[in-house]
């Protein structure tokens, strides 16, 4: 075990405060906040972010809106499932981990707004579908999801922008970040993760162990606790303790590819062991369409010698993991 023990240490989930990015992006202080994130990226691929700029009232927004949608029956929450990536998604909808039960989950997604778009639309562009005014008010769900959207897709572009900074002394060429955020496939993600079953079965979890999809996670938690990261070093499951007004912020699949690994995309899992409701709501960035899955450096493109399209990454990894 001796020669694990520095991996053991290093792999952690920590804390960072953006505050000092924020007020000036060239300062020493800032330069210290994009050392600790490429670390967390490199080792972990986890951290927790503080002082963001997100209105803490814009979050209470959201999760109240989370509440009221997951709370009206189950055929008005049926009426509005749409294609993957829009609308609701019914309990045990999806499939993430070999070998499980269906996740013990329901979801609600909301895609970026594209104006004036009209048939045919392509994947993952579809229009968003709102509940009716007369169901649940715009007031209450549709228009401050729009605003949390909004304000959570311009600070992952800013996560953007450091984690290229963080590989400026590597032979990476992230100009493709530029390419990567313009017109993106990115989501919210309502989750409603009902209390776990009293039961031994271990075949049956709140969302199987996998990894992201994407470029960047930016994972809003409520208080009950769920979220693990496998440290696969070791075997062991890391809990994620919810930190008020934090994001959870993972590297996903794509920016695993691109830097061959610099930047790990790590298995995750949930399990609702609170007792309780849990509701939690990620956000995706997964990139403009066209934009390509390649290595950034010399090397292979996922191991095959071929490249994807975002386009048709999200695609083959939605139809593996939804029935």
């Known amino acids: 075990m001796g020669s694990l023990e520095p991996l053991q240490r290093d792999f952690e989930v920590p804390t960072i405060d953006l505050s000092s990015y924020l007020q000036d992006p060239d300062s020493s202080q800032a330069s210290t906040v994009v050392e600790q994130i490429r670390k967390a990226c490199a080792t972990s691929g986890f951290f927790q972010l503080t002082g963001h700029g997100i209105q803490k009232t814009l979050q209470q927004q959201a999760f109240a809106a989370a509440r009221t949608f997951f709370n009206i029956s189950d055929q008005e929450k049926r009426n509005l499932c749409g294609k993957p990536g829009r609308g609701y998604e019914v309990m045990g909808k999806q499939f993430l981990e070999p070998g499980k039960q269906p996740d013990l989950k329901e979801g609600f997604f909301i895609g970026r707004e594209i104006e004036g778009a009209t048939p045919p639309f392509r994947p993952f562009q579809e229009p968003n579908i709102w509940p009716s005014p007369d169901l649940i008010p715009e007031s209450q769900f549709k228009l401050p999801l729009l605003d949390y959207y909004r304000s959570v897709s311009d600070l992952s572009f800013i996560i953007m922008k450091i984690l290229a900074s963080g590989l400026e002394h590597s032979n990476f060429d992230t100009s493709v970040f530029a390419e990567f955020c313009h017109e993106p496939i990115s989501s919210i993600r309502l989750l409603h993760y009902p209390p776990h079953p009293d039961t031994k079965d271990d075949s049956l979890v709140g969302t199987g162990a996998h990894t992201d999809f994407g470029a960047?996670?930016?994972?809003?938690?409520?208080?009950?606790?769920?979220?693990?990261?496998?440290?696969?070093?070791?075997?062991?499951?890391?809990?994620?303790?919810?930190?008020e007004d934090a994001y959870v912020v993972n590297i996903g699949d794509m920016l695993d590819v691109w830097t061959n690994g610099a930047y790990k995309s790590t298995v995750h899992r949930v399990i609702n062991t609170s007792g309780g409701e849990r509701y939690s709501i990620p956000f995706f960035l997964d990139g403009n369409p066209d934009c390509t899955i390649k290595s950034l450096g010399t090397g292979d493109s996922m191991g095959t010698g071929k490249t994807y399209t975002v386009e048709q990454h999200m695609l083959s990894r939605y139809a593996a993991s939804y029935k």
């Open 216 to 243: 960047i996670t930016l994972l809003l938690q409520d208080g009950n606790s769920g979220l693990q990261v496998l440290n696969q070093a070791t075997n062991e499951w890391l809990d994620v303790e919810p930190r």
